[in-house]
């Protein structure tokens, strides 16, 4: 399936729960949007109220530099539920 040019994401976030039970990992969690591969500092947590149930949460992951830009494309489309920061990331030795 192709992405539009547009469209501010490139590929999915890995899979996380609610920020507060988000736990370090040893691999760095990378930023969702298109061709970023910045560490991500955010977790967008969202869902499209047409499709999923209240209480479900998807996750995009941003950096700093597109924390904003991916916050306001989650939000013009009324998705955006929560921003959390992403824990701080262990280095693998």
């Given at each position: 399936?192709?992405?539009?040019?547009?469209?501010?994401?490139?590929?999915?976030?890995?899979?996380?729960c609610a920020a507060a039970s988000l736990a370090p990992v040893s691999e760095v969690l990378t930023c969702s949007?298109?061709?970023?591969?910045?560490?991500?500092?955010?977790a967008l947590l969202w869902n499209n109220p047409k499709i999923h149930p209240e209480d479900r949460r998807k996750t995009w992951l941003a950096c700093e530099e597109h924390r904003e830009t991916l916050g306001d494309f989650l939000t013009a489309r009324g998705f955006l539920r929560e921003v959390e920061p992403v824990p701080a990331q262990e280095q693998a030795d």
């Open positions: 399936m192709a992405v539009p040019d547009d469209f501010p994401r490139g590929r999915p976030a890995p899979l996380l949007s298109k061709g970023c591969r910045r560490e991500a500092a955010w």
